[in-house]
């Protein structure tokens, strides 16, 4: 293995782990967002009074998926790869939808 090789594994390895930290933040930022059975009055009393923090919740789901799961994920398939040997056939299935 190269050594960028062995650097972006570890660059991955962390943003994948900073992924998941970071996509339970929006958990806690609306831990407390009205169930469906609420009334529509509490229900739009709660957006009134916390849709800001609706929003932030929703800008760092986004951040962590664009900008620290992706990455992992390529790194992942990178790593698959060189360890499944040519051709890599398995290894993209990681990118499978």
Same mark, same amino acid.
């Given at each position: 293995?190269?050594?960028?090789?062995?650097? !972006?594994?570890?660059?991955?390895?962390?943003?994948? &782990?900073? *992924?998941?930290?970071?996509?339970?933040?929006?958990?806690?930022? &609306?831990?407390?967002?009205?169930?469906?059975?609420?009334?529509?009055?509490? &229900? =739009?009393? !709660?957006?009134?009074?916390?849709?800001?923090? !609706?929003?932030?919740? =929703?800008?760092?789901?986004?951040?962590?998926?664009?900008?620290?799961?992706?990455?992992?994920?390529?790194?992942?398939?990178?790593?698959?790869?060189?360890?499944?040997?040519?051709?890599?056939? !398995? *290894?993209?299935? =990681?990118?499978?939808?």
């Amino acid at each position: 293995m190269t050594p960028h090789f062995e650097q !972006w594994r570890k660059v991955g390895g962390a943003a994948g &782990i900073a *992924s998941v930290v970071l996509g339970l933040v929006p958990a806690a930022l &609306i831990a407390d967002e009205p169930r469906f059975t609420d009334s529509g009055r509490e &229900i =739009t009393v !709660w957006y009134a009074n916390n849709g800001n923090r !609706w929003l932030a919740s =929703t800008l760092v789901f986004c951040v962590a998926l664009a900008f620290l799961f992706l990455p992992f994920l390529s790194a992942l398939t990178s790593a698959l790869a060189s360890a499944e040997g040519e051709p890599p056939m !398995w *290894s993209r299935a =990681t990118r499978a939808r």
